[in-house]
Structures are given as structure tokens and as C-alpha cells.
């Protein structure tokens, strides 16, 4: 299972920090990632991780903005968002697949397992 968490509203230029916390899941061999829903859109790839990568993969939208980290002794990962903006307004899941090694191949699917999201509301 994955729980996200963390959600809220913020003002413009404000930071946000979601957490995904997965349970019964081999940590070690398992990429997570975050996605977003904003309204009227399709559902958008975020950020995504591999345990068997050491670099995690960005869209170009949140480069430089956020930043995705995994605690495995807490089973964790976190979406530290920072210069939050009105178009960040969304609903935020996290996502897992076990076995797969590519940060990459899994913002660019539909991963097996998702979470139930957290609200993201950013005010001009």
C-alpha cells in the first residue's frame, strides 16, 4: 500500500513537503514516483526513483523546484516542493512498481500501484 500525505494550501513562492509511505513492499527493489492531476488536465509525471539508480528523474516542469528523496529505514519517500506556483494546484499521488530499475521508464508509464492523493492548492 502506499498512504500520501502532507497536502495543503500555501501562497505562491511557498514550500510544501509530501510524504509516501509504502507497506509491504522490498524496498530495495522498487522505483516510486509522483504524479499530478491538476483540473481539466491528464494526470502528469513529476518525479520518479529507483533504488537501483542513484540519480532520480525530473520533468522539466518541477526541475529545479522539487526535489524527490527516499528514507528506506522509514519506508518513506518525500516530494520536497519548493517556489510553489498557482499552476502547482493539483492533486498529488505517489506511485510504485516493484522490480524496476529505471526512474525514467516509470514516469513514462502507468506504474502497477498507486496511492490515494493529497490536495495541493497554491494562492497567487
Known amino acids: 500500500q502506499l498512504q500520501a500525505s502532507g497536502g495543503g494550501s500555501v501562497q505562491t513562492g511557498g514550500s510544501l513537503r509530501l510524504s509516501c509511505a509504502l507497506s509491504?513492499?522490498?524496498?530495495?527493489?522498487?522505483?516510486v514516483g509522483w504524479f499530478r492531476r491538476a483540473p481539466g488536465k491528464e494526470r502528469e509525471p513529476l518525479s520518479c526513483?529507483?533504488?537501483?539508480?542513484?540519480?532520480?528523474y525530473y520533468t522539466d516542469s518541477v526541475k529545479g523546484r522539487f526535489t524527490i528523496t527516499r528514507d528506506a529505514a522509514k519506508n518513506i519517500v518525500y516530494l520536497q516542493m519548493n517556489n510553489l506556483k498557482p499552476e502547482d494546484t493539483a492533486i498529488y499521488y505517489c506511485?510504485?512498481?516493484?522490480?524496476?530499475?529505471?526512474?525514467?521508464?516509470?514516469?513514462?508509464?502507468?506504474?502497477?500501484?498507486w496511492g490515494r492523493g493529497t490536495l495541493v492548492t497554491v494562492s497567487s
Open positions: 506511485a510504485a512498481e516493484l522490480g524496476l530499475s529505471s526512474s525514467y521508464a516509470l514516469c513514462h508509464r502507468r506504474p502497477t500501484t
Open positions: 509491504g513492499f522490498d524496498f530495495d527493489d522498487l522505483a
Open positions: 526513483i529507483s533504488t537501483r539508480e542513484t540519480s532520480p
